[in-house]
């Protein structure tokens, strides 16, 4: 696992994701992309396990950077809703975030970009949602990917930092996703091991959170997460 700083956490949180809501509430501590955001779609609690609920599915992904698996755009004319179910936790939270959880994964298929997030610095509100986003696809082929990406708030409005492309990025059932940012450093790290990094400074604070990648249908409850762990710091 990604190691933590050897100081106390400014604040930390950890779910195994028990009981059943629509949306993820416990206690009020998560905000929600359609809930809170409006423009976005929500994250679903079931019996262990968290995952994203349909989404419009009216206009699927294209972005030039997916042109080596199929689904290529022009440079700088990203298509599609973008609607990603997306959960951040509410109040104040240190401005280095750890995040960890563990990939469920069943049915993988290669006709849809199923993905599973870790949210850095994030925040929602009305027709607004940014930070950073960290996410491997539900893929162990060639077409598997990990990629760093910023939100930059409105809906479809995002840079990629880094993607990278191949089967030693794609994730599979029980493997443990990680993220973390420390100063203008956002990594990612699938069992333990580094995977993906870039550099970035236009967000220095926000919340943790998850999410998932939209138009992949009903196979939203074939790919989710079983736990999520963050720990912040000053």
Known sequence: MMELPKKPAVRSYRTEFRGNETPISEGGIWLN??????????VLMRDGRVYGEVTRMMAKERRVEQEALGAGAAA?????????PTAV??????????????VFSRNQTDRYFQEVEIRLRSSIRPHWCDGYEVFWRCLKTEEGYAEIVRWNGKVGDFTSLKKLVGKE????????????VVGNVIKGYVNGQEMIS????????????IGFNFFVG?????????FFETHTYD
Not at 33 to 42: S, T
Not at 76 to 84: I, L, Q, R, S, W
Not at 203 to 208: D, E, K, R, V
Request: aromatic share 8%.
């Open 33 to 42: 992309g359609k809930r809170d955001g409006i423009d976005w779609a929500d």
């Open 218 to 226: 009903n196979t939203n409850v074939d790919h989710g997460l079983t």
């Open 169 to 180: 990025y794609g994730v599979q059932d029980g493997d443990l996703i990680e993220a973390s």
């Open 76 to 84: 700088g004319a990203a298509e599609g809703d973008y609607d990603d």
């Open 198 to 209: 870039a550099v970035d400074d236009r967000i220095g604070s926000g919340s943790p959170g």
């Open 89 to 102: 936790l509410v109040g104040e939270w240190g401005r280095d975030q750890y995040g960890r959880a563990r």
